[in-house]
């Protein structure tokens, strides 16, 4: 089994990914499906230092949908790897994912998938927050049964005092509680305001009623730590 996690991962990597996480999550997914593979990859510097704060501009959102385009194309790999390997696996990709086939007794989001990996938590925003990248990430998972090591979810939020995200939302729609396993992304996040405020925000810069805004994710500290460190590691 350690050769079989080796190699996925190895193989993930070599796909693009940044960050590979394994967890949990019988009591979320079917029987037979009880470990999930959380797949993260980040988004480049320039754009997380200029077109988002800046944006939404038409190369953030090209590039959003190129990663998530990757990201799909890398849950549908894994799952052919697994299922080739002889173990069940379910690609929670966005392209080809049909619900249909699996009765979850409970949503199972990315961010979700993700704490259970150990990955990181969620933050006031609620989107997921990473020690080495902060939230300027995009994600996909793979369910499987394969019986991986998992590793020690996160169940409550590292964010603190903190309240970047919460006093650059344009919309006003952070309400700055701190995150724990059963906090909803209600209580959060007034999700109709923030939709309604970054739909009008697109259309005056794009002209397109996205959802695409990415503020709060910018000015994280440790969205900007990441971009910190990259500076200096493409400095030399």
């Known amino acids: 089994m350690k050769q079989l996690e080796y190699r996925l991962r190895k193989f993930l990597q070599e796909m693009g990914a940044d960050l590979i996480g394994i967890g ?3 009591d979320l997914a079917p029987d037979s499906y009880p470990r999930v593979i959380a797949i993260a990859k980040a988004l480049p510097l320039h754009v997380l ?3 988002v704060p800046n944006g939404p501009t038409q ?3 090209d590039c959003y949908r190129q990663i998530n385009h990757q990201l799909d194309a890398m849950a549908d790999a894994a799952e052919l790897m697994l ?3 002889g173990y069940r696996a379910l690609a929670l990709s966005r392209r080809n994912i049909n619900w249909d086939r699996v009765a979850f007794s409970t949503p199972l989001p990315y ?3 993700a704490t259970r990996a150990g990955l990181g938590w969620i933050g006031k925003c609620a989107l997921l927050v990473t020690p080495e990248f902060g939230s300027g990430i995009r994600l996909t998972a793979v369910l ?3 019986p991986f090591p998992v590793a020690e979810p996160v169940l409550e939020s590292r964010c603190g005092g903190c309240t970047s995200c919460v006093d650059i939302c344009p919309a006003g729609a952070i309400t700055n509680t701190l995150w724990h396993t059963g906090v909803s992304r209600a209580e959060l996040v007034d999700v109709y305001r923030c939709d309604q405020i970054a739909r009008d925000i697109a259309e005056e810069k794009l ?3 996205t959802t695409m805004c990415g503020k709060c994710f910018a000015a994280c500290p440790y ?3 990441y971009i910190r460190r990259a500076k200096v590691h493409s400095a030399f």
């Open 24 to 26: 949990d999550v019988a």
């Open 49 to 51: 230092e200029q077109e």
């Open 59 to 61: 190369e953030y959102v």
């Open 83 to 85: 299922q080739q390997e």
């Open 111 to 113: 961010k979700t998938c």
């Open 144 to 146: 499987t049964d394969a």
């Open 207 to 209: 002209g397109e009623r």
């Open 223 to 225: 969205t900007k730590a």
